[in-house]
């Protein structure tokens, strides 16, 4: 099949019943570049930046939205940069006909790594708008300024041109050279103020098109049926089961993926419900209340390290046994945690017309070209014949279904000829999506006399964080093996085997002072085939390990804090963060009004225990956080309430405050839940928390009474991360706000009141 | 095949559907065309699918369509207001900027619009147990308390 003359392509795509609200028409300009096969060559200033005849700047995004607001952020950095009012940026967000690859949209780096070309297209735009202002002017380049979309000669503001008389509706073609220099943030007037998000009034007034809002015509629904057993396969389709159903259209079978396809959706509902599938029995699956001891026996996966971290050595110094010989009091610790859903409140979605001439979908992917790709190959086709649309999704905080789903679409799709929509059901999202792995840790460590740590022993075994079926920036492209639904297709060539990725992330102590050191994460294989080693499959959720690295590692140094009859932010202060660790610890004591004393509170009369508890992240060249959680904990029913949280935040130079602020408080929320509540359940079978019945997340009533946050702007630094490091504070800052409370240490996910009453009977 | 004609903001909606058993909800999304209401969980727990009928705030996504009148006034978030005519709830969740993805602030605007009708003074705690059964997963629940309280006091 040989792929379309691009723009008859994009007519056969012309049925779109979509639109944003900022986003820009398809220009022609656009539609004469040059795309390759990861789109615009990013080297172009017009890959990103159009001026249009009405003076508008269109931002060509690779990045996705998921819901965050740093598109918003991206376009104050644009706008900032071509010194344009924010309200004349518009927004087109990833299409693979149109936007640059800008790899994966995840770990919180919309705005720390992604605006980094978008700054640069934009300083080298507007260094080209006076360039060709000082022709027009006949005025030397230096004499003249830029403000308000125009360029005009310094001290003689009449005498200006504006963009849109100087290039509207032409093409840059210039190369983006890294020679015009970005503005220094002194000189910032939209970058660091917290601009409303351009997205809001749609989503409040229901005129927002959400992935799961896009209708394209001549569409028909699909809905899948799931194996009622992670590893069964289909014996044989009963297709008299559904013959009832009006509005069938078609029963699809490929390998072990099932699916049908109606006229209308309930149809679609009522027929994957009625189908009868004869399965395959199945039973592989750990005893649940055996996971962690079934992870801690796995054998350990030696190919998987990464090169610059041979045998898993994340760090090590000095002399573990020495240290623990010479030490006057050591303590050992296990931790665990649990599988996480995402919890995505919109189950994923896609949509895909699958055609002769060439294949469009609709996603609300991370990876839009790493996803294409990976389309592309399950098709057997050259990576143009697809294009791939972003459309904003229900937030996925991480890997959730959104590209698998796809996958059920192209396949129903290409079965009726039509193009179909595909959403999955609750239970399709919880059964099926790719979970937050749980793990298990050991830690070791000793005290000298003088209550200094001499020796710190820590070991987590676990998976890949990695199961996205995109390759690792820079390098462009993916492989459908990762996605559970490709596998179920009958995709064998195995997904993307990148090591343990980012599920080491943060494992090490972030102070200076901690002699005899081993930190070392025990990688035990590939996270992304549902016949891996746990036969649930994995993907990266909100940190990917950070958190379960972080609540270990937090943990564990509260341990050895009260183990010492220290405080726990003196003993903290003692072992030397680096100094922006400093600076948030400090800055949180100070806003929460941290009395000094030991760990735990004084004993109290009466049901209810108070407790604060603290936690903190951060290296020199990422965020740094300092969370201290105050808690409630009930010794008779074993509940705990969060009453409140207070986050001393550096990102370093900080873009859009309100928006930083939105992040760390639903970071902060979530992660109560998570901490609280949540836990993945299975049978030997299969997944059996399906509904939020049965995975309860947090609500209204449990919330955090208040989220005081204090931002530390380091507009000397880049910008950094904003989102998972705040949440990930919260798991060891709760469960030492509980130690403090009622004097037992609960290291398993979640703190429910049955473990909670468990430990305080054990303590008793 | 049935014919099941329905008041949806102050408009006549017309769909064909196989049986009234089917939720109103695929009625107002696929047939009307409306966005505000989402499925989230077609299980009535989640709250996304949120709509007014006679001004209850109502779980489309488990609501038959045989339960609804002709006479009964369906009213979506596109109904409660617009950005021309906004509804308070609509400028206070703008003002507040209390959004993350948006997916579930349909039935947090819902049923909160709900509550101020018979309690247009709600207290926090009285805010929270009306949106006790709506679920967010972006950890919005803070700013949505905030602009339903902004909201009651406008």
Redesign the interface.
């Known amino acids: 099949m040989n792929p379309l003359p691009r723009r008859e392509f994009l007519k056969g795509a012309g049925a779109l019943v979509i639109g944003f609200n900022l986003t820009a028409a398809r220009s022609d300009r656009a539609a004469a570049m040059e795309i390759g096969p990861y789109g615009p060559p990013e080297d172009q200033i017009d890959s990103w930046i159009e001026i249009g005849e009405d003076g508008h700047a269109t931002l060509f995004s690779g990045c996705s939205e998921?819901?965050?607001?740093s598109s918003t952020g991206l376009l104050q950095v644009m706008a900032e940069e071509l010194d344009l009012p924010f309200e004349r940026a518009r927004l087109v967000l990833p299409d693979t006909n149109r936007t640059p690859d800008q790899f994966v949209s995840s770990g919180s780096r919309a705005i720390s790594a992604h605006s980094r070309p978008i700054r640069q297209a934009a300083a080298e735009a507007r260094a080209a708008l006076v360039e060709l202002a000082a022709q027009k002017l006949n005025v030397p380049a230096d004499q003249l300024v830029t403000a308000g979309g125009a360029v005009s000669v310094r001290g003689t503001p009449t005498k200006s041109v504006t963009y849109a008389e100087l290039i509207g509706g032409k093409q840059f073609n210039l190369r983006i050279t890294g020679k015009a220099k970005p503005k220094a943030p002194a000189e910032y007037r939209l970058v660091g103020k917290s601009l409303?998000?351009w997205?809001?009034?749609a989503?409040?007034?229901?005129?927002?098109?959400?992935m799961?809002?896009v209708k394209v015509g001549g569409m028909l629904h699909g809905r899948v049926v799931r194996p009622p057993a992670q590893g069964a396969s289909v014996i044989s389709i009963d297709e008299a089961s559904v013959a009832h159903?009006?509005?069938l259209v078609k029963i699809v079978r490929v390998n072990d993926l099932v699916g049908v396809v109606c006229r209308?959706?309930?149809?679609a509902?009522a027929a994957a419900q009625a189908l009868k599938v004869n399965w395959s029995s199945w039973t592989g699956l750990p005893d649940m209340k055996d996971l962690h001891a079934t992870i801690r026996n796995l054998p350990e996966f030696p190919s998987g390290y990464p090169k610059n971290v041979p045998g898993g050595v994340l760090a090590e110094s000095g002399d573990i046994d020495a240290g623990l010989a010479k030490a006057v009091k050591t303590l050992k610790a296990t931790y665990l945690s649990p599988y996480h859903h995402h919890?995505?409140?919109?189950?994923s979605c896609a949509v895909a017309d699958v055609r002769g001439d060439g294949v469009t979908v609709w996603s609300g992917t991370q990876t839009p070209y790493g996803t294409r790709e990976a389309v592309a190959k399950f098709l057997g086709l050259p990576n143009q014949s697809v294009r791939l649309i972003y459309a904003?999704?229900?937030?996925c905080?991480g890997q959730n279904g959104a590209d698998d789903v796809i996958i059920d679409a192209v396949v129903l799709s290409r079965a009726v000829g039509r193009p179909v929509r595909v959403?999955w059901?609750?239970a399709d999202e919880n059964g099926w999506e790719a979970f937050k792995a749980a793990r298990i840790s050991e830690c070791q460590g000793g005290l000298d006399a003088n209550g200094k740590i001499v020796a710190w022993d820590a070991r987590t075994f676990g998976l890949s964080g990695y199961s996205r079926p995109e390759y690792h920036e820079p390098k462009h492209g993916g492989e459908p093996g990762s996605l559970v639904t490709a596998q179920l297709a009958g995709w064998t060539k195995p997904g993307l085997e990148e090591g343990f990725a980012g599920a080491s992330n943060n494992f090490e102590p972030v102070y200076e002072d901690v002699p005899n050191k081993r930190v070392v994460f025990t990688y035990l294989g590939p996270a992304s085939h549902r016949q891996g080693p746990l036969r649930l499959r994995v993907g990266s959720m909100r940190g990917v390990g950070s958190p379960d690295n972080i609540f270990v590692a937090e943990c564990f140094m509260d341990e050895l804090a009260a183990a010492a009859g220290q405080d726990a932010i003196e003993f903290r202060l003692k072992h030397q963060p680096r100094a922006r660790g400093v600076a948030v610890l400090k800055a949180a004591a100070e806003k929460a009004k941290w009395q000094s004393r030991p760990s735990p509170a004084p004993t109290t009369t009466g049901d209810i225990a108070y407790g604060r508890g603290v936690a903190m992240l951060g290296i020199d060249s990422d965020t740094n956080v300092a969370g201290i959680f105050e808690v409630a904990v009930n010794k008779k029913t074993g509940e705990v309430k969060v009453r409140r949280v207070t986050i001393a935040h550096d990102c370093g130079l900080i873009v859009n405050p309100?928006?930083v602020r939105?992040?760390i408080?639903?970071?902060?929320?979530?992660s109560t839940?998570r901490a609280l509540k949540e836990e993945v359940t299975f049978d030997r079978s299969r997944v059996t928390s399906l509904?939020?019945?049965s995975y309860p997340?947090?609500?209204?009533?449990e919330?955090?009474d208040?989220?005081d946050i204090v931002l530390i702007d380091r507009p000397d630094l880049p910008p950094m991360r904003v989102g998972e490091p705040a949440s990930e504070s919260v798991w060891p800052g709760i469960a030492n706000a509980i130690h403090d409370a009622v004097g037992v240490r609960l290291r398993q996910l979640p703190f429910t009141p049955q473990r909670v009453l468990a430990a305080l009977t054990g303590a008793a | 095949?049935a014919t099941k004609t329905l008041r949806v903001n102050g408009k006549t909606v017309t769909a064909n559907?196989?049986d009234l058993a089917?939720?109103l909800l695929?009625v107002l999304?696929?047939d009307a065309g409306?966005?505000?209401p989402?499925?989230?969980?077609?299980?009535g727990?989640?709250g996304?699918c949120t709509v007014h009928v006679n001004g209850e705030a109502v779980r489309s996504c488990v609501r038959p369509l045989s339960s609804i009148a002709a006479s009964d006034e369906i009213v979506?978030?596109?109904g409660l207001?617009?950005?021309e005519k906004?509804h308070k709830l609509?400028t206070a969740?703008?003002e507040e900027?209390a959004?993350?993805?948006?997916?579930?602030?349909?039935g947090m605007?819902m049923q909160a619009a709900a509550l101020l009708t018979k309690n247009p003074k709600p207290s926090i705690p009285e805010?929270?147990?009306a949106?006790?059964?709506?679920?967010?997963?972006?950890?919005?629940?803070?700013?949505i308390?905030r602009a339903v309280k902004r909201a009651s006091e406008a």
């Open positions: 998921l819901g965050t607001g409303p998000r997205d809001i009034p989503k409040v007034f229901g005129t927002f098109t959400y799961q809002d159903i009006p509005g209308r959706e309930e149809q509902i919890g995505s409140i919109g189950p904003e999704a229900s937030g905080y959403q059901s609750r309100g928006a939105n992040q408080e639903g970071g902060v929320i979530q839940s509904d939020w019945a997340v947090i609500t209204f009533n919330i955090p208040e989220i | 095949m559907v196989d089917t939720p695929y999304r696929n409306l966005h505000g989402r499925f989230g969980c077609g299980l727990q989640c996304a979506t978030l596109e207001g617009t950005q906004p609509q969740f703008v900027q959004v993350q993805c948006g997916y579930c602030i349909n605007i805010i929270k147990n949106l006790q059964n709506n679920l967010c997963r972006c950890g919005t629940h803070l700013r308390i």
